[in-house]
T-cell receptor, first 115, second 114 residues
Framework: DAGVIQSPRHEVTEMGQEVTLRCKPI?????LFWYRQTMMRGLELLIY????????DSGMPEDRFSAKMPNASFSTLKIQPSEPRDSAVYFC?????????????FGSGTRLTVV | AQSVAQPEDQVNVAEGNPLTVKCTYS??????LFWYVQYPNRGLQFLLK??????LVKGSYGFEAEFNKSQTSFHLKKPSALVSDSALYFC????????????FGTGTRLTIIP
């Protein structure tokens, strides 16, 4: 299994540009999560999906952020327009639940720098 | 609301000594508890979890954690520290029903001194 795959690994963009981060979850995992990591705020959940449906988006900072999961194998997190304060590492994770067992697997992250 | 506290930002341990990284939690219902490790410029790697059963959970790389319901704690331990254990460690919690989101602590930077 290739694990959770995120792209790109690094993104440098200018303020005001649109940024799209991508995630491929592990096949068979039915929930997908987007987290953001910064020095100031640590790891914070932005949004999560269950069976491709957004369940909790209370962590999405503002309308500039949007996330979609058009099918079970792909999700995007879009920032439009981007601002320097959006600079962070964005992690995608997917999870499974089987017979009372739970597991969460994280991708390697996308390091976003907005200049 | 669920929350995790990792009271120590930094823990320094001499190589070969036992190590403990502390974690306390607050959650509705029964807790599901996790420890993850993060090396520089890497993602979060799973170490171990407590869902139910034995209070002492064994995980990867010789780590273990003890679930204590009365103290709402889930401290990470290792009998003999290695220099390669130096990393950032995160404790996380979710409840056993409803929202599946994992809430993380602020992390503890563990440094093993040769």
């Amino acid at each position: 299994d290739a694990g959770v795959i995120q792209s790109p690994r690094h993104e440098v963009t200018e303020m005001g540009q649109e940024v799209t981060l991508r995630c491929k979850p592990i096949s068979g995992h039915n929930s997908l999560f987007w987290y953001r990591q910064t020095m100031m705020r640590g790891l914070e959940l932005l949004i999560y999906f269950n069976n491709n449906v957004p369940i909790d988006d209370s962590g999405m900072p503002e309308d500039r952020f949007s996330a979609k999961m058009p099918n079970a194998s792909f999700s995007t997190l879009k920032i439009q327009p981007s601002e320097p304060r959006d600079s962070a590492v964005y992690f995608c994770a997917s999870s499974y639940r089987t017979g009372g067992h739970y597991g969460y697997t994280f991708g390697s992250g996308t390091r976003l720098t907005v200049v | 609301a669920q929350s995790v506290a990792q009271p120590e930002d930094q823990v320094n341990v001499a190589e070969g000594n036992p190590l403990t990284v502390k974690c306390t939690y607050s959650v509705s219902g029964n807790p599901y508890l996790f420890w993850y490790v993060q090396y520089p410029n890497r993602g979060l790697q799973f170490l171990l979890k407590y869902i139910t059963g034995d209070n002492l959970v064994k995980g990867s790389y010789g780590f273990e954690a003890e679930f204590n319901k009365s103290q709402t704690s889930f401290h990470l331990k290792k009998p003999s520290a290695l220099v390669s254990d130096s990393a950032l460690y995160f404790c996380a919690v979710r409840g056993d029903f409803g929202n599946e989101k994992l809430t993380f602590g602020t992390g503890t930077r563990l440094t093993i001194i040769p």
